[in-house]
């Protein structure tokens, strides 16, 4: 499902009329808040469950969160964080292709996870939080390896077949460009239509 998602994305910024970045990113939102409020959390709510007899109580989660600030920081810490990932993954998708959107995208286990190993040595050091080193811990070491491995491929076949990847697709006023008013208003796609951008007064 998720690259079926990857591949949308790309084909709907890449078509012949392209929908703008950020355009997309909110369509996406407004779908997602559909179906959650209108299929989702009523499925969930009549489903039986251990939730005051729900599989989950819409009214008892709006209990909780008015009652905890704790929980309120939280929600608005994450909402603006998911954002951001979602920013950025489109401006993967926009400046290189689905292909490196789910590459890169793969690299957020890894990341966690030393992220863990750093809490439980370093930060808190009494073994409440994060996670320990184990005997296991090779394995996931040696996929880490294997999925660079794999991305140092990708990028150095790219480089060699004369495929812009990372170099002139990635600079400043590309990235500029995303979020500029002149992005949300082409029907060039990608980076195309840089020229007549940066000739319009872009940077």
């Given at each position: 499902m998720q690259a079926l998602q990857f591949v949308f994305e790309?084909?709907?910024?890449?078509?012949?009329?392209?929908?703008?970045?950020?355009?997309?990113?909110?369509?996406e939102g407004v779908w997602g808040t559909f179906l959650c409020v209108a299929v989702l959390y009523p499925l969930a709510y009549y489903l039986p469950g251990d939730d005051h007899g729900s599989y989950e109580n819409f009214e008892n989660t709006l209990a909780l969160?008015?009652?905890?600030?704790?929980?309120?920081?939280?929600?608005?810490?994450y909402f603006f964080v998911i954002f951001g990932y979602n920013v950025f993954a489109?401006?993967?998708?926009?400046?290189?292709?689905?292909?490196?959107?789910?590459i890169l995208d793969n690299f957020r286990p890894i990341t966690v996870w030393v992220t863990d190993l750093f809490?439980?040595?370093?930060?808190?050091?009494?073994?409440?939080?994060?996670?320990?080193?184990?005997k296991w811990s090779f394995v996931q070491l040696t996929g880490m390896f294997v999925l660079f491995y794999?991305?140092?491929?990708?990028?150095?076949?790219?480089i060699s077949l004369g495929v812009c990847?990372?170099?002139c697709c990635?600079?400043?006023?590309?990235v500029s460009y995303f979020f500029s008013s002149q992005c949300a208003q082409s029907t060039t796609p990608r980076i195309l239509d840089l020229s007549n951008w940066k000739a319009n007064g872009g940077p």
């Open positions: 790309e084909k709907v910024m890449t078509m012949e009329i392209p929908a703008p970045p950020l355009l997309m990113i909110g369509m969160i008015k009652s905890s600030p704790a929980i309120q920081i939280s929600f608005i810490v489109a401006l993967v998708t926009f400046l290189l292709n689905s292909v490196w959107h789910a809490i439980f040595y370093v930060i808190v050091q009494t073994g409440d939080l994060g996670e320990p080193w184990t794999g991305t140092a491929g990708k990028l150095l076949g790219s990847t990372l170099g990635c600079s400043l006023e590309s």
